[in-house]
């Protein structure tokens, strides 16, 4: 059974404006510094960071805003995280290439606000067989800042494809990454034996 989420829960209001980058987590596998070098070399848009990884004195760029954030520890409340969501455009998951899967459930949860993901394709990635470049997530395969830069721009400014994107994204979390999904599947299990 996959990992699922709560799609009612996590869900856009569509009334948000919505004007900045998200980079969320804390996960060993992301590419802090990385993140940190893309962001400066954007400087025409505003990035949010949610992160306990990274330190304000870590940051020299005017368009970042850091916001301490761990969910094993409630710094922010889940409704407090989906306002975060509500006003992005895009969020963006730099990770490192391991076997490990990194990345997933702040993925899903930005899919079913209807805010696109750019993830770097890992060998470990969860599900290579449903999630689909340019169709319903943005795949770039390394860590490179003139990279990400041409694509975080290509989302951005192509709104026919991101539109289009998002929507695949939707439709694809309320069919096989909720929670009734989740125990519909595990339903079957259980009652199976």
Do not use: H
């Not at 490192?96 to 993830?119: E, T």
């Amino acid at each position: 059974v996959p990992f699922c989420i709560d799609s009612n829960f996590w869900k856009e209001d569509k009334n948000i404006n919505r004007n900045n980058i998200l980079f969320i987590g804390n996960d060993g596998r992301r590419e802090y510094d990385f993140a940190l070098s893309l962001a400066s070399n954007m400087p025409q848009f505003e990035f949010i960071f949610v992160t306990s990884n990274i330190n304000k004195k870590d940051i020299n760029s005017q368009n970042i805003t850091l916001i301490e954030g761990q969910w094993n520890k409630k710094i922010l409340s889940d409704e407090e995280v989906k306002n975060i969501y509500n006003s992005s455009l895009l969020t963006i998951i730099p990770i490192k290439d391991s076997y490990q899967p990194s990345g997933q459930s702040v993925a899903l949860q930005s899919m079913s606000m209807g805010v696109p993901v750019l993830i770097t394709e890992t060998i470990g990635f969860w599900d290579k067989d449903i999630f689909k470049n340019n169709e319903n997530i943005f795949f770039i395969e390394k860590n490179d800042v003139k990279k990400w830069t041409d694509k975080v721009n290509q989302i951005i400014e192509n709104d026919q494809l991101t539109n289009q994107v998002i929507s695949n994204s939707k439709d694809l979390i309320g069919q096989n990454y909720n929670t009734k999904f989740f125990y519909d599947n595990l339903k079957e299990i259980v009652f199976k034996n």
